[in-house]
């Protein structure tokens, strides 16, 4: 383990090209590499890369890329890729091919605005926009969250059990490209957790002659998405084991679906992802020293939405904040809905929805304090609020 | 002929069944069952993974979970074949398996959604064989015109019969230098077998356009599949030629010089050439265009010393 | 609410029924609903249309599963299963030509109508002859069953522009259908099959064969045939050209001649002499240019080998007690006398001259027929076991006795009887040879060789003796000219031989014909007439007739005259009152039954013929003598270019025999024609024997396994096997058979 003081796209890069190195005695590994700000320095790093038993393909499009790891991962091989925007949405149908074949591809986004109009920075409407993909989708507020999830990405999407792509969400600039210190592991380190080889059990066999997406009729088709759903659901179980396993090579315990804190006796909580959250963290902490019954909820897991975990966490809170940086319009931020329709059978609870630093602007602890005390005022909840950024 | 199942694989070479099985759901007729057939036979047992995107060739792998293929197929997006291919040629090379990897496609994946695609993996010189097999329609969706339809032909998106030329995507290809490109009629057998094993036995990027008659598309006997193909080698329409290194050109079956009379054979049992509405004088001056640039190709870019 | 169901088949245009029966409706004021199941389906799968119709709005989308009437569009869907969830009150209308009783099994109880919807739109131009579109057919019946009305109908197909043949068909269609309840017990609708296991997409059992039969899909199958070649047809002798020819191009020289022996014992003979009927037949010609069939043959009989070809020559035999006297050596005598020696029938040829042979050898010049080849085929026929008398010659008389010690007796003595004319020249002394019968100048120049250098001869007729008689003169140092009545056009004579007088430098009189003949002091003097061509006569080549003008009439001087004006058969030998019939019997006989074969029966004039003639007259025998038939079946029908598909063939000039110098040829009686090379084993004949289309019979080729689409056409025993299961009917096999062997026929 190094301390190393790097970008959060090296760090990305260094634990996809350690993953699929790891995966040298198995089938090897390969992606499709094509560059989209703030992505680029993510493939960069994987061209450069020197893997035993790898190859990155540098494609024509983002579309492409997603192309060859499907094809690599029929072949049996560990893939992955990285992307962004209007990359994601250009790479959509193959993203939502990927997960409905059950590729355990996995997949950094970098978030930023999907445009036009031309807007480079973070806000997670690109990733959320392929929530229905079939996709796990985890999102992470720091360096080392980065890291750490990417590798628990491969085992939880390689697990039989679940055996989906997912997808690592970071923010656009604000992780990508910001230097800060992170334990990056060292590639024995990586074997041992990937200690089990990539498969998958469609592997395209010239011994057992099978067509991997061909015509399917409504009856199996149906079949084949509840068979999905239950993937998903197997979801936080096997993530856990894979945390636990993960302390004991790492030495250090990652998050999982969500993270809470001071929600214990908590009247009112926040619920944020990615580095809002530790943002958030701060001015929760200030709150509490000035004597406020507030926690916080660092929202990882999107995809599957861990309903269960909320529901435990939010158990008898009467007012949750949701800081959504996305906005599906005509209904809002996309978070909200998902922890509101949690706590349905807490008829009590004031659920709020706050969209915020759409567009890349710096979500400051000022604005997010103007948030605490505005919920904190609530009697009942309203339609979603607009924050204005800072300028 | 073998008809023996597969059982059992060892150092790559089996005893395969027809590529295509029987009880597929192709037309009576359908060009491309030939061209899998002939493939499968071109193969001489070495088990192919293909991979085939949206096109009649997908759908007549049947439902799952059953397949019409002896060999393992991966069914890609519409516009990807090449890309997925590429993954499943990576992983194949960097394991040493030795199976060919084979994209399938139609004239709409090719010539159209997919060409971007089928140009970088060209550009990357992939170690693929990618075959089009150009019924020159959208057949799967019931007959809409692509950048592979004919001039004058009409479609359910042509109905006043297609104003643009056909796209010359043979010349696009070998503008990519890939290591073989050939042009293949199911009317010409023997020339379609040297064709496909002679890309079978080369490494990199081949292309191989198969003129694949649709009498479902086309408005024709199916049982004159053969025989219309082969009247568009016959008068020059479709030329059958190779072209190695996007630079060594071979034409590999000559015909006389257009003539009215073998332009009409070709198009008049054709219910999509409207009779009377074509302009056959301009077709054979496009045809002759056609084999000036092919002559002259051949003669001062001779493939016979790349062969050699 | 009225429900239907359709089972058409892709392209069949069942989704269209269903739209223009819910126009009909809808132009009554109904609520209606019409649509198709949309799968993967192909042209000619099966498939089903839906329609509902109503007072009142319909809300149920769904495909229909307990329909009140079915509608089957394909007589191969008329099956039971088209009553899944058939209410028993509703009608189930068939395209069928039978009246609706004929299904009282396979629909007991149920109110059925039938119309002959795919004569019916056929007829009126719907479709193609693969899937005739019969749905605007079926709109009539329907309408009719339902009771619409035919203003109904006709709006309904009025409203999607269909006019034309759509009326006319429905309007038939409305006008003609019939409908009856059937008697018998409603039976219990088909269950249908219950659903497998569902499978999930990671399961390790997914894979395996669809297994879709698509033989269902289609109305017609292919079938395989023989034709009779044209060659085959063609030959008198009798000979299967075909098959020797593809056993040539095998490079099977023994095979080949071991079917020429099947038919022939003088294929070295007929491949230097034979005219050739087989290659005016051939359909090659039409292609580019037909086989060298002749060549062919001489090649085989020269370059096989007789002993290996045919097994047991010479071995001992169990032979009959029957007998049987052959009277004439020519090529039916020794035709007749081979093939009754091979049926082991102990056989006694006659023969009036010290040689065997006839006419083959007396009147067929050397440079034309070797003799060493004559007389290896004859003793390939006498090997057989055959006892000859030479020198004995048959008169009425010795027929009669022969009847009396023989079990039968082939009469084959030819043409005995040469035509003269009269040339005023009155009666020849002994000696004289100025006016010759050129059959008896070739006999006599063939042992006794005679130098006529310097010497004029003018041979008179146009057949192949005028022509040998000619070339014989000319090769004895003659100038010599050929006097015929007729042009050069008419002659009977072979082709080639007529070119090849030519090429040697002998002049053709074309429309001459000669009146006298007389010594001016000089010489011998031939007075001619000029003739020009009338109307034709009775063998249908225009009627010489002589010019009237002053003058029409010239001298010609010669030295010596040879005529050449045909023969007949001489039948002095039979008794009174005979007749020849059918080569069978004569009449006026009292012992064993007398065959006549050979010229001496019909004046054929060739050698071919006679040795066809003479197999088939000793099979006549065979049939008297033993009762047993080995005449073939009747002849299938002759495979005609049009049944071909030239396509597969690629031109090739023909291979032609080599020749002597000019000079050689002037010279000497060496054989002209030297025949097809040997060399580099045989590669010439072998690729002239290629070019053989094998008209009408299978050669194995593969080309209709290698292009069936399905894959379904396989190698079975010496032909193939289709797997109907599968076939698809796509007729391509047909289409490609390049031999019309295989053709399509509707189920």
């Known amino acids: 383990m190094a301390r190393k003081l790097v970008t959060g796209n090296f760090a990305a890069g260094h634990a996809l090209a350690l993953a699929g190195e790891a995966n040298r005695r198995a089938r090897g590994c390969a992606g499709g590499a094509y560059p989209i700000t703030p992505q680029t320095e993510i493939i960069e790093y994987l061209r450069r890369f020197e893997f035993s038993k790898g190859r990155i393909v540098p494609v024509e499009s983002e579309h492409s890329a997603m192309a060859v790891c499907m094809g690599a991962s029929l072949g049996g091989a560990r893939t992955f890729t990285a992307s962004s925007s209007n990359g994601l949405a250009y790479m959509a149908e193959n993203v939502f091919a990927a997960g409905f074949y059950r590729l355990p591809i996995v997949m950094v986004a970098v978030n930023r605005t999907l445009g036009p109009p031309w807007n480079i920075w973070v806000d997670q409407g690109d990733s959320l926009a392929l929530r229905d993909a079939a996709w796990l989708q985890l999102y992470t507020d720091s360096h080392q969250d980065l890291v750490d999830t990417i590798l628990l990405a491969f085992r939880v999407a390689e697990d039989p059990r679940v055996m989906l792509p997912t997808m690592v969400a970071m923010d656009g600039f604000v992780t990508s490209h910001t230097q800060m210190v992170v334990d990056l592991p060292e590639q024995e380190q990586v074997d041992a957790f990937l200690s089990t080889g990539c498969d998958v059990p469609h592997r395209l066999n010239v011994n057992r002659p099978t067509t991997v997406g061909g015509l399917t009729w409504p009856k199996e088709t149906e079949h084949h998405r509840r068979e999905i759903q239950d993937a998903m659901e197997n979801v936080p179980a096997v993530l856990e084991e894979a945390i636990n396993e993960f302390e004991g090579v790492f030495g250090r315990r990652p998050d999982g679906a969500i993270a809470a804190e001071h929600t214990e006796d908590a009247e009112t909580v926040l619920v944020a992802c990615n580095t809002m959250a530790r943002t958030l963290r701060g001015v929760v902490a200030e709150r509490r020293t000035a004597g406020t019954k507030i926690g916080m909820i660092k929202s990882k897991l999107f995809r599957p939405f861990p309903r269960q975990a909320f529901r435990d966490a939010l158990s008898g809170v009467k007012r949750v904040g949701v800081l959504d940086r996305n906005h599906s319009p005509g209904s809002g931020g996309i978070f909200w809905p998902e922890i509101a329709t949690s706590l349905s059978d807490q008829s009590d609870t004031i659920v709020q929805d706050y969209l915020v630093g759409l567009g890349g602007g710096d979500v400051t602890p000022e604005a997010l304090d103007e948030i605490v005390e505005d919920l904190l005022q609530r009697e009942c909840s309203g339609d979603p609020v607009w924050k204005e950024v800072a300028a | 002929m073998s008809t023996s199942t597969i059982e059992g694989q060892s150092d790559g070479v089996t005893q395969c069944e027809h590529l295509l099985r029987a009880g597929n759901t192709n037309c009576a007729g359908c060009g491309m069952s030939l061209g899998l057939l002939w493939l499968g036979e071109a193969l001489d047992g070495h088990m192919p993974l293909v991979v085939i995107p949206a096109c009649c060739g997908i759908v007549t792998a049947g439902a799952f979970p059953t397949t019409s293929y002896s060999a393992p197929v991966a069914a890609s997006t519409f516009a990807s074949s090449p890309a997925v291919a590429t993954g499943l040629s990576a992983v194949a090379e960097m394991n040493q398996e030795d199976n060919p990897v084979i994209c399938w496609a139609g004239d709409g994946g090719t010539y159209d959604i997919g060409i971007a695609t089928l140009s970088a993996a060209a550009e990357r010189n992939e170690n693929i064989i990618y075959i089009c097999y150009d019924n020159e329609i959208y057949g799967n969706t019931g007959g809409q015109r692509s950048s592979a339809t004919p001039e004058g032909v009409f479609t359910t998106t042509s109905p006043a019969g297609k104003s643009e030329r056909k796209k010359d995507i043979m010349a696009i290809m070998a503008a990519h230098r890939i290591p073989y490109a050939a042009t293949l009629s199911i009317a010409h057998r023997d020339d379609f077998l040297r064709k496909l094993r002679t890309a079978r036995d080369k490494q990199g990027f081949r292309f191989l356009l198969i003129h694949s008659p649709c009498p479902t598309g086309w408005k024709s006997e199916p049982e004159e599949s053969v025989e219309l193909v082969r009247h568009a080698v016959d008068c020059g329409l479709f030329p059958l030629y190779e072209v190695h290194d996007g630079r060594r050109y071979r034409v590999t079956i000559r015909p006389d010089p257009p003539t009215p009379e073998a332009v009409d054979k070709y198009v008049s049992r054709q219910r999509r050439f409207r009779h009377g509405m074509l302009d056959t004088d301009k077709l054979i001056r496009q045809i002759e265009d056609q084999w000036r640039y092919l002559d002259v190709m051949a003669r001062e870019f001779s493939a016979d010393d790349a062969i050699r | ?747």
Request: glycine share 10%.
């Open chain 3, 1 to 747: 609410m009225i429900e239907m169901t359709i089972y058409g088949r892709g392209g069949q245009g069942g989704v269209t029924l269903a739209k223009l029966i819910a126009n009909a409706y809808f132009l009554e004021g109904k609520h209606v609903q019409a649509f198709g199941v949309y799968a993967a389906e192909r042209s000619g799968a099966p498939l089903q249309a839906y329609v509902r119709i109503d007072d009142v709005e319909i809300t149920n989308h769904n495909q229909i599963r307990t329909p009140d009437h079915v509608i089957v569009l394909d007589r191969t869907l008329t099956t039971p299963c088209v009553l899944t969830g058939h209410k028993p009150d509703g009608w189930v209308i068939l395209n069928s030509p039978e009246p609706p009783d004929a299904f009282a099994e396979l629909f007991p109880g149920r109110q059925v109508a039938t119309i002959d919807a795919t004569t019916i739109a056929v007829t009126n131009g719907l479709g193609t002859r693969t899937v005739p579109i019969v749905n605007t057919t079926m709109l009539g019946a329907v309408g009719r069953v339902l009771g619409l009305t035919l203003d109904d109908v006709t709006g309904a197909l009025a409203e999607v522009n269909f006019g034309g043949g759509n009326i006319t068909a429905a309007t038939r269609a409305f006008e003609t259908v019939r409908a009856e309840r059937l008697a018998g017990a409603v039976a219990a609708p088909a269950t249908p099959p219950k659903a497998g296991k569902i499978m999930g997409l990671l399961d390790d059992e997914v894979g395996g064969h669809p297994r879709i039969h698509t033989g269902d899909w289609t109305t017609r199958q292919p079938h395989r045939q023989q034709l009779a070649p044209p060659c085959n047809n063609g030959c008198p002798a009798g000979n299967d050209v075909r098959g020797f020819v593809e056993a040539m191009a095998k490079g099977d020289h023994n095979e080949a001649l071991r079917i020429l022996l099947e038919t022939s014992p003088l294929p070295g003979v007929c491949g230097r002499v034979c005219p050739a009927p087989c290659m005016d037949a051939c359909n090659r010609q039409e292609f580019d240019e037909s086989i060298n069939i002749r060549e062919l043959e001489r090649f085989a009989a020269d370059e096989g080998h007789p002993h290996v070809a045919i097994r047991g020559v010479g071995e001992p035999h169990r032979w009959r007690d029957e007998t049987v006297a052959v009277v004439g050596s020519g090529p039916a005598g020794l035709s007749a006398a081979y093939h009754l020696a091979r049926l082991a029938y102990r056989v006694t040829l006659l023969e009036r001259d010290s040689e065997l042979g006839g006419v083959m050898r007396t009147g067929i010049p050397a440079y034309r027929l070797p003799r060493d080849v004559l007389d290896r085929e004859i003793k390939f026929i006498v090997d057989h076991g055959i006892e000859v008398k030479t020198g004995t010659s048959v008169d009425q008389e010795e027929l009669l006795r022969l009847t009396h010690s023989f079990s039968a007796v082939f009469v084959g003595t030819g043409l005995q009887h040469l035509r003269s004319v009269d040339l005023g020249n009155g009666s020849a002394e002994a000696g004289d040879k100025t006016v010759e019968q050129g059959l008896a100048f070739l006999d006599r120049i063939r042992v006794d060789p005679e130098s006529l250098t310097g010497l004029h001869v003018i041979v008179i007729g146009g057949g192949n003796t005028a022509m040998d008689a000619a070339r014989s003169a000319r090769r004895l140092g003659a100038k010599v000219e050929v006097v015929y009545r007729r042009t050069r056009e008419q002659m009977p004579a072979i082709r080639e031989e007529i070119e090849e007088a030519v090429e040697e430098g002998i002049v053709l009189r074309e429309l001459v014909s000669p009146v006298r003949l007389r010594h001016d002091g000089v010489g011998p003097l031939l007075t001619c007439v000029r003739m020009r061509l009338g109307e034709p006569d009775d063998s249908g080549r225009p009627r010489p007739e002589q010019e009237t003008s002053e003058d029409a009439y010239f001298d010609m001087r010669c030295d010596r005259v040879l005529l050449a004006l045909g023969q007949s058969s001489d039948l002095s030998i039979l008794p009174e009152g005979s007749e020849v019939r059918n080569q069978e019997s004569l009449l006026g006989l009292t012992g064993a039954p007398v065959f006549a074969g050979g010229d001496f029966a019909a004046n054929d004039g060739t050698v071919t013929a006679a040795i066809g003639s003479g197999r088939s007259t000793a099979w006549h025998i065979h049939r008297t003598l033993s009762g047993e038939d080995l005449f073939p079946p009747p002849a299938e029908a002759v495979a005609g270019s049009d049944v071909l598909h030239t396509h597969v063939f690629s031109h090739a000039p023909r291979a032609e025999s080599k020749t002597l110098s000019m000079k050689e040829r002037r010279q000497s009686f060496t054989e002209v024609r030297s025949g097809l090379s040997a060399a580099d084993n045989s590669v010439e004949a072998v690729a002239e024997a290629g070019r053989c289309f094998s008209c009408g019979v299978c050669t194995v080729c593969d080309r209709c396994m290698d292009y069936c689409p399905e894959g379904i056409l396989l190698r079975s025993g010496g032909g193939y096997e289709v797997d109907f299961e599968y076939c698809k009917g796509c007729g391509i096999c047909a289409a490609e058979c390049p031999r019309g062997v295989i053709y399509m026929a509707d189920l």
